[in-house]
């Protein structure tokens, strides 16, 4: 079975700054698509970045851009220049043959103005 | 285009009471699952639909079971309710197979607390 690991519960970061939210993954399958998703207080789930698994070129989406370590199965999310608006909790979810999704923990990224 | 939508978005219920959840998918999305959100378990996998028929379940009780039409919209029912139900239960709707790891578009859940 495929597991998440998002090993920090929270973090916080000042407005205007970077940081990176990590997950780890493990799997036996070659072939599978990794997500973060983000979850603001509405609840409302909202994808944030996606990586196919045979793409070595990391994936990049406006100020969010993903590490993507096949060998290591590590799959780190960096925000760039934060923003209010990206409070919320972030999720890494794995998506492989069997078409469920599976999330980890989550993280709640908090910003400070 | 309009996203995913799920009624109702509350709900509260008494033990032993069932309940069913409405998911309308995106146009032209044929894949639709389930997720369960709890503080202690996370997001954890209910089962999904495609083509009136579940192709995969998750390690659930026989008491949630859904069905699917043939529009896709996809209904969810939980019978004999548990305090342990009271959960957000999430929807996605994807283009196609899901096995093919197309991306899953959330709704906004719906909120069920069970008294």
């Known amino acids: 079975a495929q597991t998440v690991t998002q090993s920090q519960p929270e973090m916080s970061v000042q407005e205007a700054e970077t940081v990176t939210l990590s997950c780890t993954y493990d799997?036996?399958?070659?072939?599978?698509?990794l997500f973060w998703y983000k979850q603001p207080p509405s609840r409302q789930m909202i994808l944030v970045i996606r990586?196919?698994?045979?793409?070595?070129q990391n994936a990049t989406e406006n100020r969010f851009s993903v590490n993507f370590q096949k060998a290591a199965k590590s799959f780190s999310l960096k925000i760039s220049d934060s923003q209010l608006g990206d409070a919320a909790m972030y999720f890494c979810?794995?998506?492989?043959?069997?078409?469920?999704?599976?999330f980890g923990k989550g993280i709640t990224l908090s910003v400070r103005p | 285009k309009a996203g995913v939508t799920q009624t109702p978005r509350y709900l509260i219920k008494t033990r032993g009471q069932q309940v069913t959840l409405s998911c309308s998918p995106i146009?032209?999305?044929?894949?639709v699952s389930w997720y369960q959100q709890t503080p202690g378990q996370g997001l954890q996998f209910l089962f999904e639909?495609?083509?009136?028929?579940?192709?995969n379940k998750g390690n659930f009780p026989g008491r949630f079971s859904g069905r699917q039409f043939s529009n896709s919209r996809s209904e969810m029912n939980v019978s004999t309710l548990e305090l342990g139900d009271s959960a957000l239960y999430l929807c996605?709707?994807?283009?196609?197979?899901?096995?093919?790891?197309?991306?899953?578009?959330f709704g906004p859940g719906t909120r069920l607390t069970v008294l």
């Open positions: 996605a709707s994807s283009l196609s197979l899901a096995g093919t790891t197309d991306t899953q578009y």
């Open positions: 799997t036996s399958e070659s072939d599978y698509y």
């Open positions: 990586q196919e698994a045979y793409k070595q």
């Open positions: 979810a794995y998506g492989g043959a069997n078409s469920k999704l599976t």
């Open positions: 146009s032209g999305h044929r894949s």
């Open positions: 639909y495609f083509s009136e028929t579940q192709r």
